[in-house]
């Protein structure tokens, strides 16, 4: 299935028992401008009588690229554990990265059209377990023309504790892609 565009950047704060993951505090993270997802994989093989009698492949762990137009502060304090307050009694915030930080276990969504014998449909996708580190930041003087700069975040997916590492839905509409992602970030007042 051929895929164009892609919209809809979410996150949400993962919370992990024994026995389930609940997502909170969701949250649109930015435009989303491009997602890339990596995915390595752990593989076994037996050998006997001169040939291949098992291979095993399963997920191992992944790399997730994400750039967007804009990452906010209070973005930044869920994903990457800076400290967020306000200036004096302003509404002026300012964000306090440390070395030490260290941001929260997100899901993080979004989705983009696909098409398949000229029928669109809209290819939702839950990542259930990724952390961030900090992104890299690039500026230059404005020249001839304007150039946008635009972070770039990179994060690890990991599987959850019901050994989940993506969820993904296609749906008819745009509005159904949305309110299933909405489902799982808990975006909204509800919980997934």
């Known amino acids: 299935m051929a895929q164009i565009g ?17 997502y909170s505090d969701g949250r649109v993270m930015a435009y989303a401008i491009k997602a890339e997802m990596n995915i390595e994989i752990n593989e076994g093989v037996l050998r006997g009588d ?6 095993i492949k399963e997920f191992k762990s992944g790399k997730l690229t994400l750039n967007g137009d804009h990452l906010d502060y209070e973005t930044r304090a869920l994903i990457l ?8 009694s302003t509404t002026n915030k300012q964000l306090t990265s440390k070395g030490s930080d260290d941001g929260s ?4 969504g979004f989705y983009a059209t696909s098409i398949k014998n000229n029928v669109r449909g809209f290819r939702a996708i839950w990542l259930t377990k990724v952390k961030f580190g900090v992104p890299s930041e690039s500026m230059e003087t404005r020249g ?3 150039n946008f700069q635009t972070p770039t975040i990179e994060g690890t ?5 019901l050994d ?3 969820e993904e839905a296609t749906f008819p509409t745009e509005a159904e892609a949305k309110t299933w992602l909405d489902t799982m970030a808990s975006i909204g007042g509800t919980e997934g």
């Not at 554990?81 to 004096?88: F, W």
């Not at 997916?157 to 504790?161: A, C, G, K």
């Open 50 to 55: 001169d040939r291949i009698i098992e291979n």
């Open 144 to 146: 001839e023309s304007i």
């Open 81 to 88: 554990g800076h400290t967020l307050s306000t200036i004096d």
């Open 164 to 166: 989940v590492w993506k």
């Open 6 to 22: 892609l919209k809809y950047l979410i996150c949400s704060k993962l919370t992990e028992t024994e026995s389930a993951a609940t």
């Open 105 to 108: 276990f997100v899901g993080v």
């Open 157 to 161: 997916i990991s599987t959850n504790v």
